[in-house]
């Protein structure tokens, strides 16, 4: 992970998981949701994170993926409030994430 | 319009329409009566899709798909009985929905759909031809489908690498797609209107995608056709705008949650 300004903490907790270089300081709580069998390999449909804006989509994926070790290795992007967003773009600010998987079967 | 597209819109009065064919514009008939629909896939999908659309109108229909019957296709492929195992989708589907609706125009293909199947077979085939006065056709016998000045390309596929494959056909047909997909509990469907492809919606490695998992609960695949064909009847109202084009929409059968997301 290259991300100098990560902070993905557990709601409440302060349980930082990756937070080097981060200051001490609070960020909104962001609600992040999984669909499809993400939601079985993260162990839950939704929890609130603290993340520290701006990120780029490509390191609040990493971020995701050392929170849940199961997502690593797994396809799926990553929407923004409701807006489906590049690996390379960057996030300023964000009331919901989504992470999406795509269904290939007919 | 030409003279066949005439007799198809006289036929498109009757009875049989009478419950909805108020409900659509001129527009959406016209455009209706004159569109190829190419469609990709006779599986889950296909079979939930069309067994709508042919209900609508006398549509065009060309039913691509190189797979036979098998057993576990019978839980979600609707148009099918376990006395057609063994035979190909393309054909089996063409006699069904000929008898659900026998004035339909389709044909089926026992073969992938992309590029280079559709312009070999296109240029390889003679004029459509219509079957002679007095002649009724059976049910299971529907006529050729004929040039259209339309196209559109249904997604009914079971793999991304095979999606990768018809976008070129899209772009080269000027035609929008009608994406559907599902897996297990979920599936998902966007209209991709001519400009946009694959990539645009699921991102640069789409065609890299893994294959689906097995399973799929039945009602998905009705849930996310339906879905499908009330895109294709906003495309004929408005072939410019769809509620889901740059649209991705995605279903949760287990907590029945449609979420809408943008692509672009």
Not at chain 1, 10 to 33: E, K, S, W
């Amino acid at each position: 992970m290259t991300g100098a300004n990560i902070a993905l903490s557990i709601y409440g907790g302060g349980d930082v998981l990756d937070n080097h270089a981060v200051p001490l300081q609070h960020y909104p709580m962001t609600q992040v949701r999984y669909f499809g069998p993400l939601t079985e390999l993260s162990g839950t449909d939704e929890e609130q994170l603290e993340i520290a804006f701006p990120i780029i989509v490509g390191e609040l994926r990493a971020a995701l993926e050392q929170k849940h070790p199961a997502l690593s290795g797994q396809s799926f992007r990553i929407a923004v409030d409701a807006v489906i967003r590049e690996s390379n773009s960057t996030i300023t600010a964000a009331g919901e994430v989504a992470c999406l998987p795509a269904f290939a079967g007919g | 319009m030409s003279k066949h597209t005439d007799e198809l819109h006289d036929e498109f009065h009757g009875e049989r329409y009478l419950r909805h064919y108020e409900l659509l514009s001129e527009q959406a008939r016209h455009r209706l009566l004159n569109t190829r629909f190419i469609v990709a896939g006779a599986g889950g999908l296909g079979c939930n899709l069309l067994a709508l659309l042919v209900r609508i109108a006398p549509v065009q229909l060309e039913i691509w798909d190189p797979a036979v019957l098998d057993a576990p296709d019978l839980n979600r492929q609707v148009l099918y009985t376990p006395y057609d195992l063994g035979r190909p989708k393309a054909e089996l589907a063409v006699e069904r929905l000929a008898a659900i609706n026998p004035g339909i125009r389709a044909v089926g293909h026992v073969q992938s759909l992309n590029a280079h199947t559709y312009n070999e077979l296109h240029q390889a085939a003679s004029p459509p031809t219509k079957p002679p006065q007095g002649q009724p056709q059976t049910p299971t016998q529907p006529t050729q489908p004929t040039q259209q000045p339309y196209s559109a390309v249904l997604d009914c596929l079971d793999s991304f690498p095979a999606r990768a494959g018809i976008e070129p056909l899209a772009r080269e047909l000027g035609a929008p797609i009608f994406h559907g997909g599902v897996e297990l509990w979920f599936g998902q469907t966007t209209t991709l209107l001519p400009e946009f492809g694959y990539a645009d919606a699921f991102g640069p490695d789409f065609s890299a995608k893994p294959p689906a998992a097995k399973p799929i609960m039945p009602h998905i695949p009705a849930v996310i056709a339906s879905l499908q064909v009330a895109e294709i009847l906003s495309w004929c109202e408005n072939p410019d705008s769809t509620p889901l084009s740059g649209v991705l929409c995605l279903y949760d059968g287990r907590q029945h949650r449609l979420e809408h997301l943008r692509w672009r």
